[in-house]
């Protein structure tokens, strides 16, 4: 199983943008992913899930900002991302979300810059 993020990029504050966590070797309707992001010299951090039926839920820190969404015939899972803040600047990653605080199949990752 391989797992692509892609969509990064430099936007403004306020700014959206859409990532992209492409699927192989797997069906994405029949697993968990996850998303998480890195900021320099910070943990990362779990800041959502989109689970198998449809279910999603999402860190404190973005809820009502960024909505994760699927397209099984693209076996992609996207992260959307509104009114983007400076301190939404990190490393996004996406993950198999195998259930009991353990992930596998991180991508290597796309950069999110938030700045005027």
């Known amino acids: 199983v391989k797992l692509v993020e892609s969509g990064g990029g430099l936007v403004q504050p306020g700014g959206s943008l859409r990532l992209s966590c492409a699927v192989s070797?797997?069906?994405?309707?029949?697993?968990?992913i996850a998303w998480a992001r890195q900021a320099p010299g910070k943990q990362r951090e779990k800041i959502g899930n989109?689970?198998?039926?449809?279910?999603?839920d999402y860190a404190d820190s973005i809820q009502g900002r960024f909505i994760i969404s699927r397209d099984n015939a693209k076996n992609t899972v996207y992260l959307y991302m509104n009114n983007l803040k400076p301190e939404d600047t990190a490393v996004y990653y996406c993950?198999?979300?195998?259930?009991?605080?353990?992930?596998?199949?991180w991508g290597q990752g796309t950069q999110v810059t938030v700045s005027s």
């Open positions: 993950a198999i979300n195998l259930g009991g605080g353990d992930f596998a199949s």
């Open positions: 070797g797997f069906s994405v309707s029949s697993i968990a």
């Open positions: 989109a689970y198998v039926g449809g279910g999603t």
